[in-house]
């Protein structure tokens, strides 16, 4: 079976070829102009000559080790038919007596030599590939190379490197010697706190590689990832980084709605509504707010840059134990950039500064509204 992996051949010894099969079997080779002129006719019959005046050599094939005359008829005379080409032409060589020996001789040595040619790649140490040479190497590396056959059927330098695949002189056993092992990663730790308190930071988390990838493997994907964080409160548990947060806001008119008492179980139907109310000099917002015309977010269109807005604080947006509404940027100096998202549609945000803090709200209507 050929090629020879393909069928799992493995060649112990190499049999004795016998003379006379070498001359039968095998094509001759024409010979040099320095050996003589041979008889090249397409239909010529030739005689060779015997050296020194002797006489002509019988016309024909070599007879058979066990002395039968070969099919063409040796010792019968002329041989039937057209002559071929070399020393094993039905016929006999002529014109060249001298040095017909010689082109016979040097013809049956070049077979000879192309025969063991071809011997020696069948030979078991001619498959030698990636496994024999224990060679499996990352990337490009010119010099990861052994002899053997390759997968395109070419004899010769093949190579055991990783980009072997993409340029096709591998050998032919790489798939089996340098197998494609992919990254193998752990488990996700556990989320990181944040890196700092109070003001906007991130947290992390990472994994272990346990196998690097081989041989062209799938890559390891991402071994950490990050995410933002916010702490709200100091080591000490003092409340903090409300400036940072954006405050989610709505019409006052919603506030008609609720009760103007708190919801939290900390606080009881008897104790006073401890609102405030936060004014803020708007910045910027996104055009998206212009586009509201749908009947609960229609107070959308009233948001316009520079213009100062109120904003009122009160249970339940408050909380029980600060006191405070998220958002209300109350830590802020007053050149701090805020940022504010109205509520109904997440497109509608912006960016204000804050002007001051006062009990109660005193801006029209349409200016006034409520943290949630």
């Not at 050929?2 to 095998?26: D, K, V």
């Not at 007879?63 to 039937?80: E, K, N, T």
């Not at 057209?82 to 049956?108: E, F, M, N, Q």
Request: glycine residues 12%; aromatic residues 8%.
């Amino acid at each position: 079976m050929w090629p020879p992996w393909r069928g799992g051949w493995r060649a112990r010894s190499l049999p004795e070829i016998p003379e006379h099969l070498l001359f039968r079997c095998l094509p001759a080779f024409p010979a040099g102009r320095a050996m003589g002129a041979v008889g090249r006719g397409p239909g010529s019959r030739a005689s060779i000559a015997g050296a020194g005046g002797g006489g002509a050599l019988p016309a024909g094939p070599r007879p058979a080790p066990d002395g039968r005359a070969a099919r063409a008829g040796v010792g019968r005379g002329p041989a039937r038919g057209r002559a071929g080409p070399g020393c094993s032409g039905a016929g006999a060589l002529r014109g060249t007596p001298a040095l017909a020996p010689k082109v016979c001789r040097a013809r049956a040595m070049r077979t000879l030599w192309m025969a063991l040619c071809v011997l020696a790649r069948l030979w078991p140490g001619a498959l030698a590939g990636c496994a024999d040479a224990g060679r499996c190497c990352p990337g490009r590396d010119p010099a990861c190379f052994a002899s053997g056959w390759r997968q395109d059927r070419v004899y010769g330098t093949c190579f055991c490197d990783q980009a072997c695949r993409l340029t096709g002189d591998c050998c032919f056993d790489y798939a089996r010697a340098c197998p494609a092992r992919p990254c193998i990663v752990g488990e996700w730790s556990p989320w990181s706190g944040c890196a700092s308190q109070c003001r906007p930071t991130a947290r992390v988390r990472r994994r272990a590689v346990q196998q690097e990838p081989q041989n062209g493997g799938e890559p390891c994907p991402a071994l950490e990832e990050r995410a933002g964080c916010l702490e709200y409160a100091t080591p000490q548990g003092e409340d903090c980084g409300h400036a940072f947060v954006p405050a989610f806001i709505t019409t006052s008119a919603f506030n008609k709605e609720r009760t103007r008492q708190a919801a939290s179980p900390h606080w009881t139907t008897s104790t006073e509504d401890a609102g405030y109310c936060m004014e803020f000099k708007t910045e910027s917002l996104t055009h998206h707010c212009a586009l509201e015309n749908r009947p609960l977010t229609r107070w959308m269109q009233y948001l316009r840059e520079g213009y100062t807005v109120c904003v009122d604080c009160q249970p339940p947006a408050m909380n029980s134990v600060s006191l405070r509404c998220s958002g209300d940027g109350l830590d802020s100096d007053g050149n701090q950039t805020l940022h504010w998202q109205a509520i109904g549609n997440p497109r509608c945000q912006g960016t204000w500064k804050k002007v001051r803090r006062v009990e109660q709200c005193s801006c029209p209507a349409v200016h006034s509204f409520i943290f949630i």
